[in-house]
């Protein structure tokens, strides 16, 4: 069977995953010094956003920074469309997404390693215990929110070692000087190291104490996403399980329309989740994304989402008129 | 030897008041007038608002450089000129503890105006200079002088053969000794350890390495960086001065208005005579006194007959 | 049955695949482990409010500890925003409880005197938002110098570095000027630093800028603290000069 060209909903759903990544990378490298003596504060909205973090911070501290409220808004959004945060807006879980894409193998292995797996429940447990924590006053939720997991690691590993690699590979190729004769690799190099010093590196090489383990820590996240399709996204993350407690009843729903299905399989082979699409009894709107792969992926178009609200014939309802 | 050769011809020939005068480090034309070597150019009002001391600061450096024969004695066309202020602190114009922005600025301008190809300036300051740069004002005249405005750059410090007194070989900035002229603008700070940093300690901006070590031996250290780096140009900023809590300062009240510039080319002469302004002899000073004994410049700056104007 | 109403009342009695099946003790297996987990950290010595980790120096505008650890996401951002490199990530200085939360490693950067950046930046206010003339009245420690390795104190060298950083309007660094003998048995009279507890805030540039590698003569411990009654030496608080 030919593969089937990509739905445009998924190249859509690319697109503002590989927007709010670039806009929190941006917003990672403008929070430094401003002339003078302001900061760039903007990653703070993706925080903002964040319910995981307004509720612990709320039930470990009792206080409400008045900007958290935008998360209601991703609560709101939430209930309607299940994790669609997750497969759409969040930027940790882009860069999951993107290793994951990374992997070779064939259509069977990725099913072994994408289907719905019992330890997908582990992300619920860690929840409650955060929860419970946060409610006795402990608020260690930020060792795992994903934002907090995510910056930290950029800011006190991840960048200041691509930083330290940068500058030493221009440092070297300036001090050793190559080229031929009167010409040299210099006049190439030396432009592009004064765009990056402008735009990207920092001021001064940045050193941190724990950045080993924080570095580790994070390059093994990436790194389990070869042997699990989305590990962090599906396993660990607190911010992906309250997303799926609050989506776990969502309004827009995925339907199969099992006339024209023929158990290919097909849309288990790049579901993100692990929400087991090819049965729709057993479709779990908790671990869906919302990436809308299975749909796209269906040989048959048998696979859609739609919103409950609409008009719909049921088999053992009778029509029914929707109160707007 | 050389130096002790110039120093004398010059204080021979303004003494003497007779032939033809040079200027003390070449210049492009013979002058009719013996043209000094220092001059002090001095406000007769000292005003308040912004407006008014960036006036001041304008025309005092102005007059200053004009007494000694015009920038034209120090700039040659085409000339690559590194402006070296104090910018080392995270501090306001105003708390006295960096140059001011204006006295730089007009550097900045009067070197382009003597056909300067171009003009840099940047420090290596004490705070970082991400902070220091914008909050002196520095920054912000400078490049609206026309100056490019410099960050330094890690791997432009090399070691180089100082072959002083003290100091064999130190990490300098490799551009600023490059150029083809430095101009030397600190402004004038009382300082605890050597009573008052001027135009020789001002030069700790131009260099890396472990800088906090130079404390050691002040009086040996700076005279070695000051005949390594020789600046073509001395302006000592002493519009607002320093007097107590330097080098890094913090409180108004330590700010006093000397509404002076001093500029010169005997790097001794002119850190003793901004000394004075401070209030402290200059033999109490050890790199002034070391200066002289070393020969680098005369400790006694009324010899060179300082041409005083009143701005 | 209006499907409104309908999908409200699913979230009472989920039907099948809308529940989560997390199974009731497992979760209160969880639950235990956060409560756990709180009684553990509320045994940690810093916990008693009788010891106090002297490396943990908090940035300025930080919240009295409990509170901090209540708030503090350790998002890192106050650690990337600070431009001297002064922000750093715990390992146990505050406990388990603190890992990754912000500490001032003063070897590395210090407290630049205008600067109040991470409390611009911080999320969750657990750095409280301060201005930078109250900033600079909050204390975050205090330097003491170690006469064993001062060059002054212990090697008749001179050099007051420590003094020439200080930021403080009237500096928190002042001198004792003493005779002291050389090798060669020769008089000099050197400039020994000494800190003036009133004045000083901790701001860790003297530990950052001494010349003395290794362990710098002139260190900063968290005493002395604003944010915190409890850990003081003064018997009666210092004043500032206004600057």
Same mark, same amino acid.
């Given at each position: 069977?030919? !593969?089937?060209?990509?739905?445009?909903?998924?190249?859509?759903?690319?697109?503002?995953?590989?927007?709010?990544?670039?806009?929190?990378?941006?917003?990672?490298?403008?929070?430094?010094?401003?002339?003078?003596?302001?900061?760039?504060?903007?990653?703070?909205?993706?925080?903002?956003?964040?319910?995981?973090?307004?509720?612990?911070?709320?039930?470990?501290?009792?206080?409400?920074?008045?900007?958290?409220?935008?998360?209601?808004?991703?609560?709101?959004?939430?209930?309607?469309?299940?994790?669609?945060?997750?497969?759409?807006?969040?930027?940790?879980?882009?860069?999951?997404?993107?290793?994951?894409?990374?992997?070779?193998?064939?259509?069977?292995?990725?099913?072994?390693?994408?289907?719905?797996?019992?330890?997908? !429940?582990?992300?619920?447990?860690?929840?409650?215990?955060?929860?419970?924590?946060?409610?006795?006053?402990?608020?260690?939720?930020?060792?795992?929110?994903?934002?907090?997991?995510?910056?930290?690691? %950029?800011?006190?590993?991840?960048?200041?070692?691509?930083?330290?690699?940068?500058? *030493?590979?221009?440092?070297?190729?300036?001090?050793?000087?190559?080229?031929?004769?009167?010409?040299?690799?210099?006049?190439?190099?030396?432009?592009?190291?004064?765009?990056?010093?402008?735009?990207?590196?920092?001021?001064?090489?940045?050193?941190?104490?724990?950045?080993?383990?924080?570095?580790?820590?994070?390059?093994?996240?990436?790194?389990?996403?070869?042997?699990?399709?989305?590990?962090?996204?599906?396993?660990?993350?607190?911010?992906?399980?309250?997303?799926?407690?609050? *989506?776990?009843?969502?309004?827009?729903?995925?339907?199969?329309?099992?006339?024209?299905?023929?158990?290919?399989? %097909?849309?288990?082979?790049?579901?993100?989740?692990?929400?087991?699409?090819?049965?729709?009894?057993?479709?779990?709107?908790?671990?869906?994304?919302?990436?809308?792969?299975?749909?796209?992926?269906?040989?048959?178009?048998?696979?859609?989402?739609?919103?409950?609200? !609409?008009?719909?014939?049921?088999?053992?309802?009778?029509?029914?008129?929707?109160?707007? | 030897?050389?130096?002790?050769?110039?120093?004398?011809?010059?204080?021979?020939?303004?003494?003497?008041?007779?032939?033809?005068?040079? +200027?003390?480090?070449?210049?492009?034309?013979?002058?009719?007038?013996?043209?000094?070597?220092?001059?002090?150019?001095?406000?007769?009002?000292?005003?308040?608002?912004?407006?008014?001391?960036?006036?001041?600061?304008?025309?005092?450096?102005?007059?200053?450089?004009?007494?000694?024969? +015009?920038?034209?004695?120090?700039?040659?066309?085409?000339?690559?000129?590194?402006?070296?202020?104090?910018?080392?602190?995270?501090?306001?114009?105003?708390?006295?503890?960096?140059?001011?922005?204006?006295?730089?600025?007009?550097?900045?301008?009067?070197?382009?105006?003597? +056909?300067?190809?171009?003009?840099?300036?940047?420090?290596?300051?004490?705070?970082?200079?991400?902070?220091?740069?914008?909050?002196?004002?520095?920054?912000?005249?400078?490049?609206?002088?026309?100056?490019?405005?410099?960050?330094?750059?890690?791997?432009?410090?090399?070691?180089?053969?100082?072959?002083?007194?003290?100091?064999?070989?130190?990490?300098?900035?490799?551009?600023?000794?490059?150029?083809?002229?430095?101009?030397?603008?600190?402004?004038?700070?009382?300082?605890?350890?050597?009573?008052?940093?001027?135009?020789?300690?001002? $030069?700790?901006?131009?260099? +890396?390495?472990?800088?906090?070590?130079?404390?050691?031996?002040?009086?040996?250290?700076?005279?070695?960086?000051?005949?390594?780096?020789?600046?073509?140009?001395?302006?000592?900023?002493?519009?607002?001065?320093?007097?107590?809590?330097?080098?890094?300062?913090?409180?108004?009240?330590?700010?006093?208005?000397?509404?002076?510039?001093?500029?010169?080319?005997?790097?001794?002469?002119?850190?003793?005579?901004?000394?004075? $302004?401070?209030?402290?002899?200059?033999?109490?000073?050890?790199?002034?006194?070391?200066?002289?004994?070393?020969?680098?410049?005369?400790?006694?700056?009324?010899?060179?007959?300082?041409?005083?104007?009143?701005? | 049955?209006?499907?409104?109403?309908?999908?409200?009342?699913?979230?009472?009695?989920?039907?099948?695949?809308?529940?989560?099946?997390?199974?009731?003790?497992?979760?209160?297996?969880?639950?235990?482990?956060?409560?756990?987990?709180?009684?553990?950290?509320?045994?940690?010595?810093?916990?008693?409010?009788?010891?106090?980790?002297?490396?943990?120096?908090?940035?300025?505008?930080?919240?009295?500890?409990?509170?901090?650890?209540?708030?503090?996401?350790?998002?890192?951002?106050?650690?990337?925003?600070?431009?001297?490199?002064?922000?750093?990530?715990?390992?146990?200085?505050?406990?388990?409880?603190?890992?990754?939360?912000?500490?001032?490693?003063?070897?590395?950067?210090?407290?630049?005197?205008?600067?109040?950046?991470?409390?611009?930046?911080?999320?969750?206010?657990?750095?409280?938002?301060?201005?930078?003339?109250?900033?600079?009245?909050?204390?975050?420690?205090?330097?003491?110098?170690?006469?064993?390795?001062?060059?002054?104190?212990?090697?008749?060298?001179?050099?007051?570095?420590?003094?020439?950083?200080?930021?403080?309007?009237?500096?928190?660094?002042?001198?004792?000027?003493?005779?002291?003998?050389?090798?060669?048995?020769?008089?000099?009279?050197?400039?020994?630093?000494?800190?003036?507890?009133?004045?000083?805030?901790?701001?860790?540039?003297?530990?950052?800028?001494?010349?003395?590698?290794?362990?710098?003569?002139?260190?900063?411990?968290?005493?002395?603290?604003?944010?915190?009654?409890?850990?003081?030496?003064?018997?009666?608080?210092?004043?500032?000069?206004?600057?």
């Amino acid at each position: 069977m030919a !593969k089937k060209k990509t739905s445009w909903i998924v190249w859509l759903r690319r697109l503002t995953q590989t927007g709010f990544f670039l806009l929190f990378c941006y917003l990672f490298l403008q929070t430094v010094y401003h002339p003078i003596n302001k900061a760039g504060r903007g990653v703070t909205f993706f925080f903002n956003l964040d319910p995981l973090v307004a509720l612990n911070s709320w039930l470990a501290s009792h206080a409400f920074v008045g900007a958290m409220l935008l998360s209601l808004l991703t609560l709101a959004v939430t209930l309607i469309c299940g994790r669609w945060f997750c497969g759409w807006v969040c930027p940790f879980g882009a860069l999951h997404n993107f290793f994951t894409s990374l992997r070779s193998g064939r259509a069977k292995q990725k099913l072994e390693a994408g289907g719905y797996n019992q330890w997908q !429940k582990a992300k619920y447990y860690g929840l409650v215990a955060f929860l419970v924590a946060a409610l006795l006053g402990a608020n260690v939720v930020g060792w795992l929110d994903p934002f907090s997991f995510f910056f930290r690691s %950029l800011s006190t590993s991840i960048y200041p070692a691509i930083n330290k690699g940068l500058v *030493g590979l221009f440092t070297w190729i300036y001090n050793a000087n190559p080229g031929v004769g009167p010409v040299r690799l210099t006049v190439v190099t030396e432009p592009i190291y004064g765009f990056l010093r402008k735009y990207f590196l920092a001021v001064e090489q940045p050193y941190y104490w724990g950045s080993m383990l924080i570095g580790v820590l994070f390059i093994t996240t990436v790194v389990l996403n070869f042997f699990r399709a989305r590990f962090w996204c599906r396993y660990v993350c607190p911010l992906g399980a309250l997303l799926g407690v609050v *989506g776990k009843n969502p309004l827009v729903r995925l339907k199969k329309n099992q006339e024209k299905c023929n158990s290919c399989r %097909l849309c288990l082979v790049d579901c993100q989740g692990g929400a087991t699409p090819d049965n729709p009894l057993e479709w779990k709107p908790s671990e869906c994304f919302y990436c809308w792969n299975c749909e796209s992926d269906c040989p048959a178009k048998a696979i859609s989402f739609a919103c409950e609200l !609409k008009l719909e014939k049921k088999h053992d309802e009778p029509l029914v008129q929707v109160d707007r | 030897m050389g130096k002790i050769d110039r120093r004398d011809f010059l204080t021979t020939g303004v003494l003497a008041g007779a032939g033809l005068g040079m +200027g003390l480090l070449g210049s492009d034309s013979l002058r009719a007038v013996p043209a000094p070597s220092i001059s002090i150019a001095h406000y007769k009002s000292s005003p308040t608002e912004t407006d008014g001391i960036a006036e001041e600061a304008r025309r005092l450096t102005r007059q200053a450089i004009e007494a000694l024969g +015009g920038m034209n004695r120090f700039v040659s066309k085409a000339n690559i000129v590194w402006v070296k202020p104090d910018i080392g602190w995270d501090r306001r114009p105003e708390q006295a503890a960096t140059t001011n922005p204006d006295v730089v600025a007009t550097l900045v301008e009067m070197c382009y105006q003597a +056909g300067a190809k171009k003009v840099l300036v940047s420090d290596n300051p004490c705070n970082p200079a991400r902070l220091s740069f914008p909050r002196s004002g520095i920054q912000q005249a400078a490049e609206k002088a026309g100056a490019e405005v410099i960050f330094l750059d890690e791997r432009k410090f090399r070691k180089m053969s100082i072959n002083g007194k003290v100091l064999k070989e130190w990490e300098v900035y490799q551009d600023a000794v490059e150029a083809d002229r430095l101009i030397n603008v600190p402004i004038v700070k009382n300082h605890n350890l050597c009573l008052a940093t001027m135009g020789m300690k001002n $030069l700790m901006g131009v260099i +890396g390495g472990p800088r906090n070590r130079l404390h050691q031996d002040l009086g040996g250290t700076l005279v070695d960086l000051a005949a390594f780096f020789k600046p073509r140009l001395v302006v000592l900023d002493a519009i607002r001065v320093l007097t107590a809590n330097g080098p890094v300062g913090g409180n108004l009240a330590d700010v006093k208005r000397k509404d002076t510039i001093v500029a010169g080319v005997d790097q001794v002469a002119v850190d003793a005579l901004g000394a004075t $302004l401070l209030g402290y002899k200059p033999d109490s000073i050890g790199y002034i006194v070391q200066g002289n004994a070393r020969g680098l410049g005369t400790i006694n700056f009324n010899s060179l007959s300082p041409k005083q104007i009143e701005v | 049955m209006n499907p409104l109403y309908k999908w409200i009342g699913d979230f009472v009695h989920p039907p099948k695949e809308a529940r989560l099946d997390l199974g009731r003790r497992a979760v209160l297996a969880a639950g235990l482990a956060g409560l756990g987990a709180k009684l553990l950290f509320g045994i940690d010595p810093q916990a008693s409010k009788r010891s106090f980790n002297p490396a943990l120096i908090r940035p300025p505008g930080a919240l009295p500890e409990e509170e901090f650890l209540a708030r503090c996401i350790r998002c890192g951002e106050c650690m990337k925003v600070c431009p001297t490199n002064a922000i750093h990530p715990t390992s146990l200085e505050g406990g388990v409880e603190g890992v990754w939360t912000p500490i001032l490693n003063m070897p590395v950067g210090y407290c630049d005197y205008e600067c109040n950046l991470c409390s611009q930046v911080c999320p969750t206010h657990a750095i409280r938002q301060v201005d930078v003339p109250e900033k600079k009245k909050i204390k975050i420690g205090l330097a003491y110098i170690d006469k064993n390795r001062c060059l002054p104190w212990a090697y008749s060298k001179t050099c007051i570095v420590c003094e020439e950083q200080c930021p403080t309007p009237k500096k928190a660094i002042w001198f004792e000027e003493a005779e002291v003998l050389n090798i060669q048995g020769e008089k000099l009279t050197i400039k020994q630093p000494r800190v003036d507890p009133d004045l000083c805030i901790g701001c860790g540039i003297c530990e950052t800028k001494c010349p003395v590698k290794g362990q710098a003569a002139v260190r900063v411990t968290s005493v002395g603290e604003t944010r915190n009654p409890e850990n003081q030496i003064l018997l009666s608080p210092g004043s500032f000069a206004e600057g």
